[in-house]
């Protein structure tokens, strides 16, 4: 059974910076396509980031462009969400997802096929 399982949320003030985990583990795991998305209270879960491990394209929302950086490890099956310069509108419940195959719309959350259960993150004013 795959499982992603995200790491790293917490409390921080704003201009703070926090790095986000996501480990994937399963047999039947195999993804080209990673991403992060984020949810706050009372919002519809927004893409922030994604990474195509052929290639190494990444891809940013234009709200985080300049502070957050994805990257990752194909080999351990592991992604990251470098966040710098926070800001209180950061504050969510961030999720990682991959998708199996490839897609040209990497920003579109019905593209992945695995979840992660979400991490918070609380950016404080």
């Known amino acids: 059974q795959v499982q992603l399982v995200e790491s790293g949320g917490g409390l921080v003030q704003a201009g703070g910076s926090l790095r986000l985990s996501c480990a994937a583990s399963?047999?039947?795991?195999?993804?080209?396509?990673m991403g992060w998305f984020r949810q706050a209270p009372g919002k519809e879960r927004e893409f922030v980031a994604s990474i195509t491990w052929s290639g190494g394209s990444a891809y940013y929302a234009e709200s985080v462009k300049g502070r957050f950086t994805i990257s990752g490890d194909n080999g351990k099956n592991t992604w990251w969400l470098q966040m710098s310069s926070l800001k209180p509108e950061d504050t969510a419940v961030y999720y990682c997802?991959?998708?199996?195959?490839?897609?040209?719309?990497?920003?579109?959350?019905?593209?992945?096929?695995?979840w992660g259960q979400g991490t918070q993150v609380t950016v404080s004013s």
């Open positions: 997802a991959a998708v199996r195959g490839l897609t040209r719309w990497p920003h579109r959350g019905s593209e992945y096929d695995y």
């Open positions: 399963g047999r039947a795991f195999s993804a080209n396509v």
